[in-house]
């Protein structure tokens, strides 16, 4: 959402003034490094996850499952959540 509502805002800067454009980049790579918390935080999960033994018991139980599922949500709804306030701020400070 960030880098689509920032990059809306540059292609309507970049008509108007277009030797402005490549500095209006910041809000668009801002909005793409949040994407690489998601990435650390599935690396975190995926090592703690381990596969299941021989005998049929399972290592990785249902309590562990939904803690991951809801550090994965934390996680993905507030990366959610700044790119979009990256991307109105980043909108509203290139077209200033």
Known sequence: ???WKAGISIVHT?????SS????????????????YGLIVAV???QSIVTPSTERNNAYSTYT????????LCCGVSGLAAG???GIVG????RA
């Open 91 to 94: 909108d509203y400070g290139i």
């Open 1 to 3: 959402i960030g880098t």
């Open 21 to 36: 454009v490549m500095k209006n980049v910041i809000p668009i790579v801002m909005a793409g490094v949040i994407g690489i």
């Open 84 to 86: 979009a306030c990256i």
């Open 14 to 18: 970049g008509i108007r003034h277009p």
């Open 44 to 46: 975190i999960i995926s």
């Open 65 to 72: 499952g939904l803690a991951h599922l809801c550090a994965g």
